[in-house]
């Protein structure tokens, strides 16, 4: 296989603390140098969330352009994606960042449960959601955490709440929630491609251990990859992960057992039809 993996960097989530891993970052500036050392590894998207002092989920749109700012400094040509995920806030406050126009942002189109409880993604909510990110021009990565979500994507394209043929992001191993199951994966690989071609990108992001296996699972189907401390804090059962520039250097190691070359940044615009920058 020759075509390029991106590799998609999760730094920090809205659930890990220092307490499970030290090299979780926390403020902006942590942020922003968590996300150069991955880029320099072979990260070319960066899926963020903000946090407050305290280490608890924020919405903040303050902090979201201060760290669009350091990330667009620093690292110059990765692609920015917001998380507009239900733990750092309710309703309309998941989309205030909005308005920054990051290149992208996650856009979860259905509910399912979570490992301690329910995560609302109301049809009201999904669809106020998907008009801000037409209205400032950002790609939505569709989070699919079950089979139905992926038709509701389809279905949003073809009433044109999407802009583009949607990328598709399966999400495995959340407890209570899909599990990795490799029957459901193929599947899914089998629906995206019916759905919106042979040559559509896709990719897939695992949690905790799964992790590594998703990973490789993508990779070797030709699909793209995510990584980092927001899904994952270790490296193995008895190692945390020391940085996300680790786990993003693991994920190029099974490209290379692949023969895909990683892919940079100028790459992944295209692969995702993202305004290339000059
Ligand atoms: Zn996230």
Redesign the pocket.
Known sequence: MTNPCIICV?IT?SLPTKANNPAVPITVSEQVESTHEAFEAGASIC?A?VRNDDQTPSSDPEKFARLKEGLERHCPGMIIQF?T?GRSGAGKTRGGMLPLAPDMA?LSVGSNNFPTRVYENPPNLVDWLASEMLEHGVKPEIEAFDLSHILKAADMYAKGQIKDTPYVQFVMGVKNAMPADRHVFDYYVETVKRLFGDNVAWCAAGIGARQVLLNDWAISSGGHARTGL?DNVRLDRDTLAPSNAALVRRAAEICENYERPVATWRQAREILGLRVPA
Do not use: L, P
């Open positions: 999760a989530g899926h969330h998380s995920g996650s927001e």
